[in-house]
């Protein structure tokens, strides 16, 4: 079994994950989180929260999952957000074109349509499933089509990416900020993308949880009030010019921006944030890197973009998380598209000078001239041009349209007028800062990282490495035996525990190794025990996960250090030392 069939069948028989719908056959790129993966992934979204929430001070909103046509044509993804692919004439199976030329040609993800559809023939490619002719190449865009309201109701998709609910609320958001620059607005929720044909399991999903910040920023700021947090980070880093030598650099995150490497503190201060996050939660530090995309792979929107990249033994190095720079795409597309102005006013230092040249409108020769008609004619003859007024003047006549009537007036009847003004400011498009997390990738790779096996007394023993926040089971009570003393003690420990909020299983079924190893196995890291000397003493043991080691406390201290415990205020062999002589 490699990795992935060994968390797998774990992820399944324990109550992680399976495949969705399976009382009907299952569906490619649909999964489900059981009782524990879903209690895991929330523990993750809530530490990610903590990161940029909390400690970053970004505020969530949550917005529909269902998204208008125009909102998708504006973002680009109505035209862009495609994959190619072909279909098998006699099967009708479909596939990623670009899928079937990997190993055959260099970077087929680089290639068109039709550079993929002649590689195909080439190479005489067949269908995988049935080994009949493929067709031509196509490309399918990705998302779900769907029709809002009865009938054919109003067009609508399901959203590819959470990231547009942010854009089309901007200037709600705008004004919630108080009208300041830079702000940032975080969504956790679900995704669709109706991938061609997802065989990677729970890596290439059709539905799946994004968790995204979109950083609003003023388009020259490059800097972060913070870099020094990161500056002396170092991370491996695989720029564009490091993957053209095919290796991978490891430099400290100041390096990074004084050699270019990466384009701004801003950006570089995003990359340590991520980094901090991937390895809190618990991710192999030495299993993680960043890669820039190439320009030829770099999504429609994005003029740079950082993959957070984790190594899984079955699928190499797959990224779990984009770290883009948007520019002012999406707020320029969705004033385009809607007519409504999403700029910012940005007033200057200090107030500058400007000279106007202007047309001005002669209402004394307009309003006998054109009575009622007069004050329209003054707002087109306004909006014309000094080089279009000069025009008319050597022509001797100033054609305008006015209410659909074509009007010809003499150019007296307007003036050409210098003068200077004081400008405070000019209205300008935001920039975006966008780390797109794919939380589903996260929870599969957390559980990869995580799982090892080893032989304890001739037995195999299965252990999740979960750190004691993430863990879906941070703490379980276990009389020592099914006996009547100790499992009232055991119940009345656990229902204390509960009644403070900690989450706590009772186990008493079985011998006590046994009843450990079912803890281990999922990620559970500590189990406290109550024996015959918990009742002549009033002390339980705690036993850690990892080392199997064990201590004594007073029962009467559990709630306070099982707190610590679980919030990683205390390690483990500080807790003895942290309660004092005698308390144990
Ligand atoms: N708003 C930017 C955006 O959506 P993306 O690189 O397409 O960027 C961000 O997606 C993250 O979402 C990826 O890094 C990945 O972790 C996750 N993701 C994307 N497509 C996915 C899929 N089909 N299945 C599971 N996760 C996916």
Redesign the pocket.
Known sequence: MDAYERVMELAKRRGFIWGSLELYGGVA?LYDYGPLGCTLKHNIENMWRRVYCTEEGFYEIETSTIGLEEVFSASGHLSCFTDPMTTCSACGESFRADHLLNGVVERPDALSSDELGRLLVHHAIRCPACGCALSDVEEFNLMFETHIGPGRGRIGYLR????QGIFTNFDRLYRFFREKLPFGVVQIGR?F?N?IS?RQG?????E?S?A?LELFVLPDQKTHPNFERFAELSLPLYSQQAQERGEVETMTLGEAVERGVIASELLAYHIGLCWTFLTRIGLDASRIRFRQHLPDEM?H?AAD?W??EVLLERFGW?????I?DRTNYDLSAHERESGKQLRVFVEYETPRRRRVVEVVPDMSQLGPMLRERAGAAAEVLSSLTPEQVKEAEKEGMLRIEVEGEMLELPPSVVSIREREEEVRGEYVTPHVI?P???????VYALLEHSLYEEEVEGEKRTVLRLSPQLAPIPMAVLPLMDKPPLVEVARSITKRLRSVGMRCEYDEGGFIGRRYRRFDEVGTPFCITVDYESLEDGTVTIRERDSMRQIRVPHRKLEHVMHNLVLGIWQFDEVVEELGEGSA
Do not use: H, N
């Open positions: 790129g590819p990416e959470t990231a995704s993308r991938e997802p729970v890596i290439r999903l059709r799946f994004q995204e999504a929107y973009c993959d957070a797959v990224e779990v998380v984009g883009a966008e797109s997390y794919g939380i589903d990738r996260i």
